[in-house]
C-alpha cells in the first residue's frame, strides 16, 4: 500500500553506486512502514469509522510534518501556486478516503496488491493530463498489468465487488493526485508540498468524518497517532530513496510489503493469502518494473541525445 499523500515518484534519477545500498535500505524502510501503517488502520477500524481514520491520519501526520518547517520558516510556504495545491489536496483525500475504505472492508494483502496497480494509472494520467507520449510497449505493460488486477479480483459473471471498485477508484485518484504534485515539484521545494497537503486535507477531511463521530478509545488513539506517524516517516524514506538511487531498480522493493502484510494479517485477523492474489500481484509489479525501466531508459537517451525525444516514447 502507498498512502495517497505520498509525493510522486521522480522519473528518472541518476544514482551513483556508493548511494544505491542506503537508497535500497530507505526504499525497504518505506515499504514496510507503509505496511505498518495499513495494520495500524485496520486496528484502529475496530472502533473507529473510516472516515474519522482519514482525519485523524491527516490530523498526525500535520504534527509530524511540522518540524520540516523548523530549519527553512514560514518561508517554505510561499507560493504562486496555491490553487494547485488545493487541487492536489482534493484528489489526495479522495484517494485517502477510499484508500482507508478499501483497506478495512478488503483482505489486507487484497487491498495491497490492487494499490499496486496506480503506477498502471499514472501512466494513462501522464498522457491525458500532460501530453506525455506513451507507444506500444508501455500501453501493453499497462494492460498486463490490468489483468493481473482482473486475476486478483477473480470477476465473477462480470461483475466486481464494491469494495474492490472502491480500490480502483482509489489507485485512479491516486495516479491524478501524483500527477498534480509532478506539476508542483517542478517548480516547488517538495518539503512545501508535504507541509501544504497537510495543512490542506486535515480541516476538510474533518467534513465527512462528523456525521460519524465517535470518539475514539484509548486502544484506538494508539493505532491512530501510530498511523499518521508512519505515513509521514514512509514518505519521508521514500522521498530520501527516490532521491539517491533509480526508481527502475526501487520499485520491485514494493512487492517486499506484501508477504509482511500477509504474515501480520494471518497473525492479527486469521486472514489467509491465496495464490492467485500473490500471482496477480506478481503481474502487476512485473508491468511497473518494465513501465519505470523503460522510462528510466528514455530518459538517459533524451539527457544523452535531446532529439531522440520524439521516437523515445515507443
Same mark, same amino acid.
Given at each position: 500500500m502507498r498512502d495517497p499523500s505520498a509525493s510522486a515518484q521522480p522519473l528518472h534519477v541518476t544514482a551513483s553506486p556508493h548511494s544505491m545500498p542506503?537508497?535500497?535500505?530507505?526504499?525497504?524502510?518505506? /515499504? =514496510? /512502514? $507503509?505496511? =505498518?501503517?495499513? !495494520?495500524c488502520i485496520r486496528l484502529a477500524a475496530a472502533t473507529t469509522h473510516p472516515f474519522e481514520i482519514t482525519f485523524f491520519r491527516n490530523l498526525f501526520g500535520l504534527v509530524f510534518a511540522l518540524p520540516l518547517l523548523l530549519r #527553512?520558516? =514560514?518561508?517554505?510556504l510561499r507560493t504562486d501556486r496555491f490553487g494547485f495545491y488545493v487541487l492536489r489536496s482534493m484528489t489526495g483525500l479522495g484517494a485517502m478516503l477510499t484508500s482507508v475504505w478499501a483497506l478495512v472492508h478488503l483482505p489486507l494483502t487484497q487491498a495491497? &496488491?490492487?494499490?499496486y496497480s496506480v503506477p498502471l494509472f499514472v501512466t494513462i494520467a501522464a498522457v491525458l493530463v500532460l501530453g506525455e507520449v506513451v507507444r506500444a510497449r508501455r500501453w501493453t505493460a499497462v494492460v498486463v498489468g490490468f489483468v493481473g488486477v482482473l486475476v486478483i479480483l477473480r470477476p465473477?459473471?462480470?461483475? @466486481?465487488?464494491?469494495?474492490? @471498485?472502491?480500490? =480502483? @477508484?482509489?489507485?485512479? @485518484?491516486?495516479?491524478?493526485?501524483? !500527477?498534480?504534485?509532478?506539476y508542483l515539484t517542478r517548480t516547488e521545494p517538495a518539503d512545501a508540498v508535504v507541509v501544504y497537503m497537510a495543512l490542506l486535507m486535515t480541516?476538510?477531511?474533518?467534513?465527512? &468524518?462528523? #456525521?460519524?463521530?465517535?470518539?475514539?478509545?484509548? /486502544? &484506538?488513539?494508539l493505532w491512530l497517532v501510530l498511523t499518521g506517524l508512519c505515513g509521514t516517516v514512509a514518505q519521508v524514506c521514500m522521498t530520501r530513496a527516490y532521491r539517491l538511487g533509480d526508481v527502475s531498480a526501487l520499485i520491485p522493493l514494493n512487492f517486499v510489503q506484501l508477504p509482511f502484510v500477509a504474515v501480520l494479517a494471518w497473525w492479527l485477523f486469521g486472514e489467509h493469502i491465496d495464490a492467485t492474489t500473490? $500471482?496477480?500481484?506478481? !503481474? !502487476?509489479?512485473?508491468?511497473?518494473?518494465y513501465i519505470a525501466r523503460r522510462e528510466a531508459r528514455l530518459g538517459r537517451r533524451r539527457v544523452t541525445d535531446p532529439r531522440a525525444g520524439g521516437d523515445a516514447a515507443r
Open positions: 542506503r537508497a535500497i535500505a530507505l526504499m525497504v524502510a518505506s /515499504t =514496510l /512502514t $507503509f505496511g =505498518l501503517m495499513a !495494520i #527553512p520558516g =514560514l518561508a517554505l495491497v &496488491a490492487i494499490s465473477q459473471a462480470g461483475a @466486481l465487488p464494491p469494495a474492490a @471498485l472502491v480500490a =480502483l @477508484l482509489s489507485a485512479a @485518484l491516486s495516479a491524478s493526485s501524483y !500527477i498534480s504534485v509532478k480541516p476538510v477531511s474533518l467534513v465527512p &468524518a462528523v #456525521p460519524v463521530w465517535n470518539w475514539p478509545d484509548a /486502544t &484506538a488513539w500473490v $500471482f496477480g500481484a506478481a !503481474i !502487476i509489479v512485473g508491468a511497473n518494473i
